[in-house]
């Protein structure tokens, strides 16, 4: 980022010059205000042009998050023809987004950020949701010949997920039981997909 664009800095910029800076935190409050605006070419103060607070400009870069994970996991997908090759994608894509992200994933699923989550944040929440369960509940189908209800296929998601981030949680911390990263992905990849599979069976 140039630090000659102080002029016609808008709240974009702002989010994607926090989201370079987060990127690879260990500790995502080491970026501050004056940190943003350096990278910006500008005094901290033009920040509240557009934002209140460091917390506000984390709200808008969660949600960028969202998006970018959303089109990452989903793009091209639906070309995939082999359905088993399909959901291990699907899988396989959630977890390199986080790995290679990890500040972004702490930023998501692990930062506290204080105020109330903003509505468009829980709006674009809940169609991405609707999104990934839309595929499950087609490629669960063909898969496992079961045909869910969307209530359920969320259920199975929903706890995917949060194994999921659990999983990864404890390894980029540090805890985890496996600390070689390519096994690491090869274990929760494989254990993500037998839930699936599990799940499916035993809920319809």
Known sequence: MSKGMSKGITKENIVDVTLRLIRDKDNIRSVNLREIARELGCAHTNLYNHFSDLDGILWDASYEVLLRSCDFIL??????????????????????FYLENRGWFRLFWLEKLHGEIPESNKRLTSEIVERYVDFLNILLEKLY?????????????????????????????????????????EYILRECVKLTRLLTISIE
């Open 75 to 96: 793009s091209g997908i639906d070309s995939i023809e082999n359905s088993n090759s399909k959901l291990e994608v699907f899988y396989k894509r959630l977890i390199e």
């Open 145 to 185: 010949n079961v045909k869910l209800d969307n209530g359920k296929t969320m259920y199975v998601f929903h706890t995917i997920d949060c194994y999921l981030h659990g999983e990864i949680s404890k390894f980029i911390s540090g805890r985890g039981l496996i600390t070689e990263e390519n096994q690491f992905r």
